[in-house]
């Protein structure tokens, strides 16, 4: 199994914007539904944000309206545009499909929001 590689990471204050990437094998890209988890300090990873092959998407409610995911199949990268970012927000977030494969987890990629 291949790990999923993130990246766009970074601190931003609140209320700021993030893009984060995420590069996928084809194979994986043109099939699978592809999917943004976060798990935030003592906590469960979570699913927030999914899209289907055919481009339907679906968010968990706390980032409903500020965060999109998105896919590009000339790149076979998946992207989640996050907005108007809070302090709970603050996780490392990873890409993996849905339902998630565990040899497919990748490092993540740290999203810090703090003034």
């Known amino acids: 199994q291949v790990q999923l590689v993130e990246s766009g990471g970074g601190l931003v204050q609140p209320g700021g914007s993030l893009r984060l990437s995420c590069a996928v094998p084809?194979?994986?890209?043109?099939?699978?539904?592809m999917g943004w988890y976060r798990q935030a300090p003592g906590k469960q990873r979570e699913l927030v944000a999914s899209?289907?092959?055919?481009?339907?998407?679906n968010y968990a409610d706390s980032v409903q309206g500020r965060f999109a995911i998105s896919r590009d199949s000339a790149k076979n990268t998946v992207y989640l545009q996050m907005n108007s970012l809070k302090a709970e927000d603050t996780a490392v977030y990873y890409c993996?499909?849905?339902?998630?494969?565990?040899?497919?987890w990748g490092q993540g990629t740290q999203v810090t929001v703090s003034s």
């Open positions: 084809r194979i994986i890209f043109s099939i699978y539904t």
């Open positions: 993996n499909t849905v339902p998630a494969v565990a040899p497919r």
């Open positions: 899209i289907t092959s055919d481009s339907s998407t």
